[in-house]
């Protein structure tokens, strides 16, 4: 019997080949605060290594905010598996994902509006507030409620 000694290289591997494994949540969260979303081009870094948490909130709630305010939007749309969020702590923010170099909002637009003047306006909120690209998809398209008339 043969046993190995685990790998002393800088990079972990699985095991086939030179292939590297997949990162760690330590090593995502590393990345995610090295990163520049959340703040403007020129902005200072932020003072400690970890990016705070309430940064982050900010920036979510506040694209949210903007693609909510866009007429024809009805409501952001969390993916067909529920898996379009920003994960914050104590809750997540659905329809958007904020990622180190880009950003994602998914969203229901209104049956009553032209759909590429919707994303183009919501592309255009959003890119306001985010550096990097930003991808647009429509879920859904959503007729406005009838009202029913008064008795």
Known sequence: MTTSSPQ????????RGAEPAAPTPL????AFDASPVGRGPGAAPPRS???SAGDEEDLADRVV?????????????A???????????????????LRPDEAEVHLVV???????????NVHEAVRALVPGPVHLFVEDVESPPTRSPAP
Not at 27 to 30: H, K, L, S, T
Not at 65 to 77: I, Q, S
Not at 110 to 120: C, H, K, N
Request: aromatic residues 4%; positive net charge; charged residues 15%.
């Open 8 to 15: 002393s290289s800088g990079s972990p591997t699985s095991g």
């Open 27 to 30: 090593d995502v969260a590393a």
């Open 49 to 51: 290594s970890r990016a």
């Open 65 to 77: 905010a903007a693609v909510l305010a866009v007429p024809g939007v009805v409501r952001l749309h």
């Open 79 to 97: 993916g067909a598996f529920g898996e379009v969020a920003t994960y914050l702590p104590g809750r997540a923010v659905t329809g958007v994902r």
């Open 110 to 120: 209104s049956a009553g509006r032209p759909i590429p003047e919707v994303a183009g």
